[in-house]
Each structure stands twice: as C-alpha cells, then as structure tokens.
C-alpha cells in the first residue's frame, strides 16, 4: 500500500519559515521524481517546487530563492524548506510522487 504522509505545517508569522516533510512507503522512492503543490482556497492546485530521481530542481516563480526541495533517499523522505514566508503562501501543501500518488495535505497558514 502507498502512502505519502506530509507533515510540518502550521501558523507561521510573515516573514517566519516552516519545514514540511514528506514520507513515503510503497514505493520505490530513489527512482521517483517528487513534487510538492499547493492549493490555496478557491484557487487550482499549483506546482511549488520539483526535485527530480537525479536532483535537478524546479520552482514556481513565486518561491524562488525562498523555499528550497531535498530528499533523503535514505529516509524515504522529500522536504520542503520555506523561509521568508508570506500570506500568500497560505495553502495547503501535497506532497506527490511522480508515479502519481498524492499525500492528504498539510495546511500551512501565514498570518500576523
């Protein structure tokens, strides 16, 4: 049974940071290019960043030089680094696998 458990979220401050993480089972992770999207309320789920089997990266606009994807294949285990964040990084995030499979989301708020 796949499964892609997100956690890290919560209520951060503008201008703070959070660390989401991901951990996956049922699949070979080493071998999959992982994602992590958001979907803020009434909008489409959007691509935030991309970390591919052989670590090239990839990153919405809107993130660049803010967040930052790793993965420890060791682990089983994508991460997303978010710093300097702002009320419009409000969403919750997945977590997917290229295999397309998708965690449950993990809500991240950024609020004074």
């Known amino acids: 049974q796949v499964q892609l458990v997100e956690s890290g979220g919560g209520l951060v401050q503008p201008g703070g940071s959070l660390s989401l993480s991901c951990a996956a089972s049922?699949?070979?992770?080493?071998?999959?290019?992982m994602e992590w999207y958001r979907q803020a309320p009434g909008k489409e789920r959007e691509l935030v960043a991309g970390?591919?089997?052989?670590?090239?990266?990839k990153y919405a606009d809107s993130v660049k030089g803010r967040f930052s994807i790793s993965r420890d294949n060791a682990k089983n285990t994508v991460y997303l680094q978010m710093n300097s964040l702002k009320p419009e990084d409000t969403a919750v995030y997945y977590c997917?696998?290229?295999?397309?499979?998708w965690g449950q989301g993990t809500q991240v708020t950024v609020s004074s």
């Open positions: 997917h696998a290229s295999e397309d499979y």
């Open positions: 049922g699949i070979i992770f080493k071998l999959n290019a």
């Open positions: 970390l591919s089997a052989l670590g090239n990266t």
